[in-house]
């Protein structure tokens, strides 16, 4: 059911019945990492814990699932396992953001509602690197490593042959 959980709900009453939720959301049904994903595979899963922490409204969230990015060393796409778990405090406004105590992440939530969608995806954002690697360069296409098991792959390939052509020319 694609709609519940995009559905916005009051916090207060969350917070106050320490509401509990289980998701599992595709990742392509989240716009700001859409754009990040290098094919579109993978759900985002795991659990929601609503409570009040010194009065606060937290949202305690631990999520799981896969995704494909894009390395940024070699451009090519990578796996990235998701292993996210945040205490997010649920506050209105900025200065409400910069009291939030240590071991709480702050999210901005201005009419004091919110989805599980929103949620989700802000843990997402906090849990995927700014700036996507392979864990192992040697696993970057076009490293030392790999090239030599490309090259097997791809000899009769016109690429290599255009480069033997190439070479030859400049002789
Ligand atoms: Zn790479």
Do not use: Y
Not at 1 to 21: S, V
Not at 56 to 76: I, M, P
Not at 90 to 119: K, N, Q, T
Not at 120 to 137: A, F, I, Q, S
């Amino acid at each position: 059911m694609p709609g519940a959980w995009t559905k916005r709900r009051d916090i207060a009453p969350l917070a106050d019945g320490q509401a509990e939720f289980e998701f599992a959301i595709p990742l392509v049904e989240f716009p700001r990492l859409a754009a990040q994903l290098a094919r579109p595979e993978g759900t985002a899963q795991g659990r929601v814990r609503f409570s009040r922490v010194l009065g606060l409204a937290v949202a305690e969230l631990v999520v799981s699932g896969e995704a494909w990015l894009v390395c940024q060393r070699c451009l090519e796409p990578m796996r990235r396992l998701l292993a996210g778990e945040s205490r997010l405090a649920l506050v209105v406004d900025a200065a409400g953001a910069d009291a939030v105590p240590e071991g709480l992440e702050a999210m901005i939530v201005e009419d004091e509602r919110v989805s599980i969608h929103e949620l989700v995806e802000e843990e997402l954002l906090l849990d995927l690197p700014n700036v996507p690697l392979h864990e192992d360069p040697a696993d970057c296409v076009g490293s030392a490593a790999s090239v030599v098991v490309r090259v097997q792959d791809e000899t009769r390939q016109t690429p290599f042959t255009q480069l033997g052509e190439l070479l030859k020319r400049d002789q």
